[in-house]
Structures are given as structure tokens and as C-alpha cells.
């Protein structure tokens, strides 16, 4: 069964910092692995999908990459701003159908 | 294109009632996924539909059902209300095996 970690679970930072969150998961067997962002009491926002057979994707001041391997993924957001805070959520995708697999989310506060 | 819209947005329920709540996918969409998201649980699969068919299904009870109409519009159904149902609802459309997935606002439930 695919399990889904995130560490840390909560981080704040102060504003201008790069940071670094971390996804595991248990079966390497996947499909894809996308990254959102949810503001509270929001819906999820896709930030980037990386599909297995890719290493990483970029948008913007953000970075995915993907170690199947090793059923590691990393989301780096450089030069973080206050509007960057949020939860962010990794979630990965077996296959055989469009089910989601969700981590337990990173709670980031950036400070001013 | 418009996104993904859910209605309504709000809902207070008393415990035994039922509930339905509707969701409407991106144009050209025929993939529509439902999750529950709670405190506790975090994000939770609850069923799939494509082409008016449940294509996957999560581990909840049978009191949770859904279905797809022929516009690719879905709804879901939670009968006999408990009080842990409270949780934020969300569909999301998708072609089948999406590359990306795209989230609604929510349903935000509560069971009194």
C-alpha cells in the first residue's frame, strides 16, 4: 500500500530564505507525483507534476525533483516571499487510474 | 476555460440527514475524482468517475455515493449524516490519467 510522508510538517522562515520540502513515498511504482499549494480553507492548487520517467520541472522561483529510486521527491522555492506561505502538498499517482495519494502536507509561514 | 466549480460552497447539516454536493469540471474534462480532507485524516480518495462510470473507489463506507451524468457533472451523496463527515469535500477533473489534475474550491461540511 503507498504511503505518502512530508518533513518537516510545519516551517517558518524569514523572508528572502531558500527552503527545501521534502515527499517519501513507499512504492516506487508511479505514475507521476504532483505538487500543490492550499491556502486555508481553499482548494488545492497545482504547482508542478513530474511525470516518473522525468528527474525534475521548474516554474517560476520553484523546483521539483524526482528520485524514483530512491521514492524521494523535493520541492525547492527559492528566494521565499510572504505570499508564499501555505500548506504545501506532494501527491503521487499510481497509474491505472487518476487516484491520488496524498501526503500529510508542510505548513510554511514565511516572516516579513 | 473556466475551472473546476463546486456548490454550494457551505453547508450545515444535522446528524441522520443527508447531503448532496455537486461539481461541475473543466470544460472537456470527463475524469471527475472526489476527496474528503480533514484535520485528522488529511486528504482522502473517495471515488473516481469517467464516462458516467465509478472507475475507482476508496475505503469509505457505502453511505458515500456518487455518480456522473452525461455533461461529465458529478455528485455525491452522504446519507445518514455523522458528525465525523464534517470535513472540506473536493472534486477534481482531469482527462483519464491526467497529467495534471485540477482542484475545485471545496464544500466546506458541517455535521451538527
Known amino acids: 500500500k503507498q504511503e505518502v510522508t512530508q518533513i518537516p510538517a510545519a516551517l517558518s522562515v524569514p523572508e528572502g530564505e531558500n527552503l527545501v520540502l521534502n515527499c517519501s513515498f513507499t512504492?516506487?511504482?508511479?505514475?507521476?507525483l504532483q505538487w500543490f499549494r492550499q491556502d486555508p480553507g481553499k482548494g488545492l492548487t497545482s504547482l508542478l507534476l513530474?511525470?516518473?520517467?522525468?528527474r525534475e520541472q521548474t516554474s517560476g522561483r520553484l523546483n521539483a525533483s524526482l528520485d524514483k529510486s530512491s521514492g524521494r521527491s523535493t520541492l525547492y522555492i527559492a528566494a521565499s516571499q510572504p505570499g508564499d506561505s501555505a500548506t504545501y502538498l506532494c501527491?503521487?499517482?499510481?497509474?491505472?487510474?487518476?487516484?491520488?495519494?496524498f501526503g500529510t502536507g508542510t505548513l510554511l509561514a514565511v516572516q516579513p | 476555460k473556466a475551472g473546476v466549480t463546486q456548490t454550494p460552497r457551505y453547508l450545515i447539516k444535522t446528524r441522520g440527514q443527508q447531503v448532496t454536493l455537486s461539481c461541475s469540471p473543466i470544460?472537456?474534462?470527463?475524469?471527475v475524482s472526489w476527496y474528503q480532507q480533514t484535520p485528522g485524516q488529511g486528504l482522502q480518495f473517495l471515488f473516481e468517475?469517467?464516462?458516467?462510470?465509478?472507475?475507482n473507489k476508496g475505503n469509505f463506507p457505502g453511505r458515500f455515493s456518487g455518480r456522473q451524468f452525461s455533461n461529465s457533472r458529478s455528485e455525491m451523496n452522504v446519507s445518514t449524516l455523522e458528525l465525523g463527515d464534517s470535513a472540506l469535500y473536493l472534486c477534481?477533473?482531469?482527462?483519464?490519467?491526467?497529467?495534471?489534475?485540477?482542484f475545485g474550491p471545496g464544500t466546506r461540511l458541517t455535521v451538527l
Open positions: 477534481a477533473s482531469g482527462q483519464p490519467r491526467s497529467d495534471t489534475q485540477y
Open positions: 501527491a503521487v499517482n499510481g497509474g491505472a487510474t487518476n487516484k491520488l495519494i
Open positions: 470544460s472537456g474534462h470527463r475524469s
Open positions: 468517475y469517467f464516462s458516467e462510470t465509478q472507475r
Open positions: 513530474i511525470q516518473s520517467s522525468q
Open positions: 512504492d516506487s511504482a508511479i505514475y507521476n
